[in-house]
């Protein structure tokens, strides 16, 4: 199975996309969000991200991590760099839609890492 992290600078951001693409993906799915700064304001924690791939480690046999924006791509990748027991891929593409798209591959059992990434990414070309 394939884990998913959201990574926004909200947490209420970050919950939401989750509740949404855990509908789409049915009760099965890992789909883990942090957001916010350590101090409940906007932001992202390294630390928290860690955790969160931590978790989903322990449970997945691989993760795609979504982001909403720049500085929340270089914390997810210090976090990736951290952990061992499973690999990661931060996706290029646009966090709630791409988040969707992901949680139904994922939910196919054939799923892989890179089929996970690769419909995230095809939510970029959503409106052509």
């Known amino acids: 199975m394939i884990g998913l992290l ?27 969000a942090v957001g916010g700064d ?7 924690s390294v630390d928290d991200i860690s955790a969160a791939l931590e978790r989903l480690a322990d449970e997945t046999d691989g993760v795609v991590v979504l982001v909403d924006l720049g500085s929340a791509v ?7 760099e951290s952990i061992d027991d499973v690999e990661c ?7 709630l839609e791409g988040t969707l798209n992901a949680a139904v591959e994922a939910s196919s ?3 892989t ?3 996970v990434e690769r419909a995230a990414a095809e939510a970029v070309d959503l409106f052509e």
């Open 109 to 111: 059992p054939n799923a």
């Open 113 to 115: 890492l890179d089929s």
């Open 74 to 80: 270089m914390n997810a990748e210090v976090a990736i």
């Open 89 to 95: 891929v931060v996706v290029d593409a646009p966090v």
């Open 38 to 44: 350590p101090d409940g304001g906007i932001g992202t």
């Open 6 to 32: 959201v990574v926004s600078h909200s947490g209420n951001a970050a919950e939401g996309i989750r509740d949404i693409a855990l509908e789409m993906g049915g009760d099965d799915a890992r789909i883990e």
